[in-house]
């Protein structure tokens, strides 16, 4: 593990075993070089966040690629998140753009040249791929979380992406037993690794939203500041407070009114009234 501009980079163990296998397979470079590629990809990714405000706590290199480790302290809207990811892919544009002009200008070995477009290329459009935890994922579950509340966003898109993961095994294993040994295996390790990562992520749902929920603080600053309409819940008296909060949804702030069985409304609570019922209620049950 290194530290560059106070951001760690680190790699896994299996990236490690991976890149001494290549010494052995005479494939260095091509890994090195899809290495290179995969942390300017990270780094823009990181670039990125940092420009808005968020702090960027790692860099991991995994087995299939990379992961940047952000911090929003509750600055991190829907729109940012999208553009952070996006920023990633983007580097890989830029990249294909400069080999294109050393191309044009007949500067350094063609075939290597070829290899870092290609790289590029396969690299952007796998993780445009609308499965969690790439960043065309991301860029999906903040798009659904602009219309859905986001307890819901979380547990439809990381259901999806298991499906796909599945999928996406299901389709490696039928091409390897038709008999196609090469790329399948790769397709199969893809996959195993996306549906562990959903699968994992899938259960750490509740502690993630316990951490959306604690950082509503800031998102009530930013709407006040704006002068934005609160969007309305309604609710019964005996309704459990869970089932209100897992309808706030990420990019509104919300007023509760609730209500008896005919109608009247009993009180109006701003939304971090039953966020701190909700913690204190917890609280005393532990």
């Known amino acids: ?50 420009l808005l405000g968020c702090r960027v706590v790692s860099i991991q290199m995994l087995p299939f690629g990379g992961v940047a480790v952000i911090e929003d302290g509750g600055k991190l809207t829907a729109w940012r998140e999208i553009a952070i990811a996006l920023a990633g892919p983007l580097q890989n544009i830029f990249m294909v753009g400069v080999v294109l002009l050393l191309q044009y200008m007949q ?24 499965i969690l935890p790439l960043d065309g994922g991301k860029i999906v579950q903040a798009l659904v979380s602009l219309i859905a ?28 037993i038709a008999g196609d040994y090469g790329l399948p295996l790769n397709i199969l390790l893809v996959g195993l690794f996306l549906f562990y990562s959903n699968v ?23 709407h006040a500041a704006m002068g934005s ?15 209100i909060l897992r309808l706030l949804k990420r990019e509104r702030y919300h007023m509760v009114y609730v209500m008896n069985q005919q109608g009247r409304i009993l009180a109006v609570l701003p939304e971090q009234r039953i966020i701190s019922s909700y913690f204190k209620q917890n609280a005393d049950k532990s």
């Open 1 to 50: 593990m290194i530290r560059l501009w106070d951001v760690r980079v680190s790699m896994h163990p299996f990236f490690v075993i991976i890149m001494l296998a290549s010494l052995v397979t005479g494939h260095f470079i091509e890994l090195i070089t899809l290495f290179a590629i995969v942390f300017i990809h990270e780094c823009g990714h990181a670039a990125a966040a940092a």
């Open 107 to 130: 500067v350094g070995d063609p075939i290597f040249l070829s290899y870092i477009i290609q790289g590029n290329l396969l690299i952007a459009l796998f993780n445009l791929l609308p």
């Open 149 to 176: 509340p986001y307890y819901t966003t979380l547990m439809w898109t990381y259901r999806i992406s298991i499906l796909v993961s599945i999928g996406v095994i299901v389709y490696a294993v039928v091409r390897w």
């Open 200 to 222: 994992t992520d899938y259960r750490n749902i509740p502690y993630r939203f316990i951490r959306f929920l604690m950082n509503r603080e800031g998102a009530f600053v930013h």
């Open 229 to 243: 309409l609160a969007q309305p819940i309604i609710s019964f008296p005996a309704k459990p407070l869970d089932t």
